[in-house]
């Protein structure tokens, strides 16, 4: 078997000149980064009537998609099980459709999502994706617990996320 020959070797502390090893130069960069954003001009956005439009790329809260008034999620329970945070917790039904499985309950616990995106990565139905959506706001904690009602959400409202997936794929 043959060997690479373009392996980088990492630089060791004996490989730095005195003036490297006292971080001066590194201290250097840092400062005029810092100086150079300062200088810079401000750019202020007035929140309630300006909003922000996220990019397609964006991961907002996670919702499940709808296609024509039903759920695309078939309870294989992928996303629960990726969940690092463990938010999402679903309980599967049989039935006499299409699909044979449906999620009888999904919740996911908002205050638990770390917004990561596994579930939407794991998902092998692209049932649940991250939306744009940015703002969450809780007065209870059981407010943050987001049942099925309001978690589906249509095609047509997701298209611009679905597309970039789509083409990220």
């Known amino acids: 078997m043959e060997r690479s020959t373009n392996t980088i070797k990492p630089i060791r502390q004996k490989d730095l000149s005195f003036f490297q090893k006292t971080y001066i130069p590194e201290i250097l960069k840092g400062m005029l980064l810092t100086l150079s954003q300062v200088f810079r001009p401000k750019f202020t956005r007035q929140y309630p009537e300006e909003r922000w ?8 809260r996670p919702v499940l998609v709808q296609e024509e008034g039903v759920e695309r999620c078939v309870a294989c329970g992928l996303c629960s099980r990726v969940c690092p945070a463990l938010a999402i917790e679903v309980q599967a039904s049989e039935t006499d459709l299409e699909k044979e499985r449906y999620p009888e309950r999904f919740e996911i616990n908002m205050l638990r999502c770390i917004f990561c995106g596994f579930c939407e990565e794991a998902c092998p139905e692209e049932a649940i994706i991250m939306s744009d959506e940015y703002e969450l706001v ?16 249509s095609t047509d409202r997701l298209k611009t996320r679905l597309d970039f997936l789509r083409k990220s794929r």
Request: hydrophobic share 30%; charged share 25%.
């Open 138 to 153: 809780f007065t209870n904690p059981k407010d943050a617990i987001y049942g099925k009602d309001k978690l589906l959400m």
């Open 53 to 60: 439009n996220p990019p397609a790329s964006y991961r907002g």
